[in-house]
């Protein structure tokens, strides 16, 4: 968990840098970038769920749904933020963007390692839940579909819904982005409170 903003930081710092340093590779630093991000940002996920389900609370669900909102929310910030400054600042300095959101994740990083963390008894869990797992192999490969399917609608619609947006309502690309996109990412952390 202390880790995975580093590796943010690098994907970040990978995707901004090669195609400006090295612009002949440009393709193939996006793809390394994103992959690099993509992965730590997806473990980042599921290493945090059980480190919050771990810290002593009088609602554990109320806070699972809050971290899961926090997503959506962090989604409209990046959204309006990074729309409003290719806006204002021109698409030619998206580098700068990159960059800068590159820092956020070291800054996650220096914050967890003064944090304490709650301790987690996986072994004791593990041993109640052997037995227990055997019978839920149908459910959890149901769950598993449901997540990759409902995740599969979420990306379909958070890469189209502003280009709709700019179609259907003759609209330009920043309006398209924060009607679409960004009000997307409020109904679903609406909808994750």
Known sequence: ??????????????????????????????????????????????????VIAAIPSDNPQKD?????????????????????????????NWLYLVLFLGTLPLAAAILFKISPFPELNNEETAEKNKVKNKNRTIGLALCVGSIFLGSCAENTMSNWISTYMENALNIDKALGDILGVAMFAILLGLTRI
């Open 64 to 92: 699972m749904s809050m971290l899961h909102s926090l997503y959506a929310f962090g989604f409209f910030t990046m959204v309006v933020a990074s729309t409003l400054f290719l806006k204002f600042f021109g698409n030619e």
């Open 1 to 50: 968990v202390r880790i995975m903003p580093c590796i943010t930081a690098l994907g970040l710092f990978v995707y901004g840098l090669i195609p400006n340093l090295f612009p002949q590779y440009a393709y193939l630093g996006l793809v390394i970038g994103t992959i690099i991000f993509s992965v730590s940002a997806g473990l980042s996920e599921v290493l945090l769920s059980p």
